[in-house]
């Protein structure tokens, strides 16, 4: 997504890039391909709510207002995640499986993006009678 995404690397360049709501502080591309393989091993086993994805997409609001990041990007990766899952050879071989992982990426994905933008919203309520 960095490599593809002028906004995104952008993202990953700026000195102000802050997630302060996450003790971890997970920050460069390293970092975050780390916590996204722990994510999705906590999805598959059952550890992760709901609430918790949203919360993850709340804590990106702050590159909305530094870098421009947008629902744009979170669709961009989703085809991408969904597109690098899909070639894996145990999940290209069978149409079931490759169903199901992109049924777990667009539903958790989504979760993120409602978080994401249920915190833009209440950004601009808050500034808007200010």
Known sequence: LESNCPIVSQCFQSATYSLSTNPNQVRTVADHAKYLLQLLDKIIEGDVDAE?????????????HE???????????QEIMVEVILKQDGVKQSKETSRAWRLLICSFIELIRDGFDAQVRQFRRKHSFN
């Open 52 to 64: 918790y994805l949203r919360e993850i997409g709340a804590n990106h609001v702050s590159l909305k």
């Open 67 to 77: 870098n421009g990041f947008s629902n744009t990007e979170w669709d961009r990766f």
